[in-house]
């Protein structure tokens, strides 16, 4: 049997982040140990804060801090008005996440065919394959 990874394969670093650490060490650490002695985690003043400054950041009256893309997703669609039934086109190349906030709200989801993994328009023919007279919103997506 053939052994695919060797030892000198298996020494080449997926990545090294210590570079981009040098002169933040202690400042980052600080903070954090700051942070876990007032136990404020959720919904605390750095939250407030950084919500606040981004906000400022991207020119908008407010922002809502999430806790991962998928509760960014899911809050997306409350904040549309998607309810239980309502049918929503999802790019099929796209991540997980992307599909596990549909059936959260109780929302269908219709798959299309993006032209790659780079693109987020649908393939020609697909979008219009996949509506149907209840559609109500489609996902588009950007990767950068």
Do not use: H, W
């Not at 985690?41 to 950041?57: C, K, M, Q, T």
């Not at 393939?123 to 007279?133: F, K, L, P, Y």
């Amino acid at each position: 049997m053939t052994t695919l990874l060797t030892d000198s394969a298996s020494s080449v670093p997926f990545f090294d982040g210590a570079p981009m650490m040098d002169g933040l060490k202690e400042d980052m650490l600080a903070y954090i140990s700051a942070l876990i002695d007032t136990g404020r985690f959720i919904n605390g003043p750095d939250v407030a804060e950084f919500e606040a400054l981004f906000a400022a950041y991207c020119q908008t009256a407010a922002c809502v801090g999430a806790a991962s893309g998928l509760d960014a997703l899911r809050l997306a669609l409350i904040a549309s008005g998607l309810e239980q039934g309502d049918e929503v086109i999802v790019p099929a190349q796209t991540f997980i996440a992307t599909f596990e906030a549909l059936p959260q709200l109780g929302a269908a989801d219709a798959y299309a065919l993006a032209r790659n993994s780079f693109d987020a328009s649908f393939v020609d023919g697909e979008r219009r394959r996949a509506m149907t007279e209840r559609l109500d919103a489609a996902f588009a997506r950007f990767v950068p």
